[in-house]
């Protein structure tokens, strides 16, 4: 799952999470929390993580292989059909496909294609005491510029750096 992850947020220009991302969720949502990862000849080629809370299912984090040979098997599609039957049978009544940037046309495109409906996402920020909001914006000329150089990052280099730089900007 971590090369899996590594590879597809390496090849978007976006940071990855710290390997005890994952195990966190994992320990505090137990059995509503569901990682799948799609297999193609013995070799992993997607993942995804979906959580249920309440009468939500929330789509998390999904990745895959970005060869068009292996793109064309559609394992995302697979995964997602399984997650919301998944979600179904837990009970889940609205699957929340989850966040993506109005730049990512295509994600949204994909996202609608299975029904879902999108929405302005209106939240928040709270500091911890002594600390500063951090502004960092995901679409701006620091995050393109810095998204040209994480795409062209040595693998186990983009891995090591990453997720620290992720969980320093919050």
């Not at 994952?22 to 990862?37: D, G, M, P, Q, Y």
């Not at 009970?91 to 999108?118: R, V």
Request: with cysteine; proline share 5%; glycine share 8%.
């Amino acid at each position: 799952m971590d090369d899996i992850m590594a590879v597809n947020r390496r090849n978007l220009g976006s940071l990855t999470y710290p390997k005890g991302f994952f195990k966190t969720l994992a320990e505090n949502l137990k059995s509503n929390l569901r990682c799948e990862i799609c297999y193609y000849k013995d070799l992993p080629i997607a993942m995804m993580v979906t959580s249920k809370f309440g009468k939500n299912a929330i789509h998390h984090y999904g990745a895959s292989k970005l060869e068009p040979d292996l793109r064309r098997l559609r394992p995302n599609n697979l995964l997602i059909w399984n997650a919301i039957c998944w979600a179904k049978d837990m009970g889940a009544e609205i699957f929340d496909f989850g966040t993506s940037l109005l730049s990512q046309k295509g994600l949204i495109s994909f996202k609608e294609g299975w029904g879902g409906l999108t929405r302005p996402l209106s939240y928040k920020v709270f500091p911890l005491e002594g600390n500063k909001i951090k502004q960092f914006s995901q679409e701006g000329q620091a995050a393109k510029y810095s998204s040209l150089i994480l795409k062209k990052l040595p693998l186990s280099i983009y891995k090591l750096l990453t997720p620290g730089v992720l969980k320093a900007l919050g």
